[in-house]
C-alpha cells in the first residue's frame, strides 16, 4: 500500500491551494482519511480528517478555512484550503485507516509530506 501526496507549494497569505492524496495498492476497504501537518520543531498535528461516513473533523485553527472531502472510487482525499496563513506553513501527511482484506487492518499508513509554505 502507498500514499501519494502532492498539491503542496509556495503561496502568499490570502491564497489557497488543494492536496492531494491517493492511496493504492491491494486495499479492499478505506476507513479514515486525514490530513496532519508538522510544522518546524512542532509535533506533527491534526489538520482535518475525514469518516467513511463522510464526517469532517476540523482542528479549530483551520475551521472555516479548509475543507476535507475524498472520492471513494479513487481512494483519495483532498484538503482546500483557503485564506492561507503563514502558520500554516508545515509539511502536510496524509493519514489512512484501511483494510488490506476484511481481517487485515492498517489503521496508520502514512504518506511522504508534501511541502506547504505561506509567505506573509
Known amino acids: 500500500v502507498q500514499l501519494q501526496a502532492s498539491g503542496g507549494g509556495l503561496v502568499q497569505a490570502g491564497g489557497s491551494l488543494r492536496l492531494s492524496c491517493v492511496a493504492s495498492g491491494n486495499i479492499f476497504s478505506i476507513n479514515s482519511m486525514g490530513w496532519y501537518r508538522q510544522a518546524p520543531g512542532n509535533q506533527r498535528a491534526l489538520v482535518a480528517s475525514i469518516s467513511s461516513g463522510d464526517s469532517a473533523n476540523y482542528a479549530d485553527s483551520v475551521k472555516g478555512r479548509f475543507t476535507i472531502s475524498r472520492d471513494y472510487a479513487l481512494n483519495t482525499v483532498y484538503l482546500q484550503m483557503n485564506s492561507l496563513k503563514p502558520e500554516d506553513t508545515g509539511v502536510y501527511y496524509c493519514?489512512?485507516?484501511?483494510?488490506?482484506?476484511?481481517?487485515?487492518?492498517?489503521?496508520?499508513?502514512w504518506g511522504q509530506g508534501t511541502q506547504v509554505t505561506v509567505s506573509s
Open positions: 493519514n489512512v485507516d484501511l483494510y488490506l482484506t476484511t481481517l487485515v487492518r492498517l489503521p496508520n499508513v
